[in-house]
Nanobody, 123 residues
Framework: VQLVESGGGLVQPGGSLRLSCTAS????????MTWSRQALGKEREFVAAVGNFGISLSHANPVKGRFTISRDNAKNTVYLQMDSLKPEDTAVYYC?????????????????WGLGTQVAVSS
């Protein structure tokens, strides 16, 4: 199983980025997909999740109204559209796959992880 993230980079405050994560080696539509992030010196935290058919959505409070998760099961890909970025959004962003919706906010219970993509928000 591989989850490969892309789309990170350096952006100014107020800017936008779109992260992508493409999965292989698993039955993509059998998994709920998540984004989590880990800032330097902090624990990994939940950012957003999308249900296996793209209907159920969940976003963490710090990103509500600014970030939007979505997925395309035909492309085995999950996206994170990030708008109105703030310096405190700076982190490594990880894609995750999990079978149980009840586990989406607990990254330690994810079945699979990607290697992450760095997002830096700075002027």
């Amino acid at each position: 199983v591989q989850l490969v993230e892309s789309g990170g980079g350096l952006v100014q405050p107020g800017g936008s980025l779109r992260l992508s994560c493409t999965a292989s080696g698993l039955t993509f539509k059998s998994y709920h997909m998540t984004w989590s992030r880990q800032a330097l010196g902090k624990e990994r935290e939940f950012v957003a999740a999308v249900g296996n058919f793209g209907i159920s959505l969940s976003h963490a409070n710090p990103v509500k109204g600014r970030f939007t998760i979505s997925r395309d099961n035909a492309k085995n890909t999950v996206y994170l559209q990030m708008d109105s970025l703030k310096p405190e959004d700076t982190a490594v962003y990880y894609c995750g796959a999990v079978r149980q919706w009840s586990d989406i906010r607990n990254p330690k219970n994810y079945d699979y992880w990607g290697l992450g993509t760095q997002v830096a928000v700075s002027s």
